[in-house]
């Protein structure tokens, strides 16, 4: 099964697919977690930190890479990704290439004043990687990770001012392709206004 999850920054896509991909053993590929690991950090940060999309080009060659992968054989979820109709029709044209399609796209609905309150609360444990969210999901002992007992961080484009650029670099790109994979038959619309687990279930 191949899967896109499409939704608003911080509609839980993130979430979702880490659970999705322990349930069914099928590959998480998010371009965000991608572009922020060392090795990409250094070329892309000027684009993560200002909120903007990374140029198709390079998303491009690094979403082929990665899916031609033998992990990717029997399905992938991508997280993320397609950001635009230049992103999803490239996609379609490379996955036909190889005798493959998208079976279906999960559409995360989020009110957009949820997304920015969700994505201004998240913190990072800068070890283990696990999400925070300090009113929903708060830690323990304050801004400390259960876990490795160090200071939680803010991810640098989970500031209001970037925030409000994504959302709106994310209506303007990315909410076409809503009508794009619904003319395809694909989109499938769950409510992600609810707690994660409720959410998986629906899913
Ligand atoms: P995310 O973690 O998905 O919110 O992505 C963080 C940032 O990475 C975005 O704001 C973009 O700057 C960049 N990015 C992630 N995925 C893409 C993509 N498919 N196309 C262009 N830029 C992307």
């Not at 998208?102 to 994505?119: E, G, T």
């Amino acid at each position: 099964m191949n899967l896109i999850l499409l939704g608003v920054p911080g509609s839980g896509k993130g979430t979702q697919a880490k659970l999705i991909s322990k349930k069914y053993n099928i590959p998480h590929i998010s371009t965000g977690d991608i572009f922020r690991t060392k090795s990409h950090k250094k070329v892309i940060a000027k684009y993560v930190t200002k909120g903007i999309l990374v140029p198709d080009k390079i998303v491009l060659e690094i979403i082929e890479e990665r899916i031609s992968r033998p992990d990717c054989r029997s399905g992938f979820i991508l997280d993320g990704f397609p950001r635009n109709i230049n992103q999803a029709q490239s996609l379609d044209k490379y996955l036909n290439s190889k005798n493959k399609i998208i079976n279906k796209v999960l559409y995360f609905k989020l009110p957009i004043q949820s997304a920015i309150k969700r994505l201004t609360a998240r913190r990072i444990c800068p070890i283990c990687s696990k999400n925070y969210n300090l009113i929903s999901e708060p830690p323990q002992k304050e801004n400390i990770c259960d876990s490795c007992n160090v200071s939680l961080t803010q991810r640098t484009d989970d500031t209001i001012k970037t925030v409000k650029k994504r959302l709106t670099v994310y209506t303007q790109n990315t909410k076409p392709l809503i009508l794009y994979y619904k003319n395809q038959n694909k989109l499938r619309e769950l409510n992600a206004d609810k707690p994660v687990n409720n959410v998986f279930q629906s899913i």
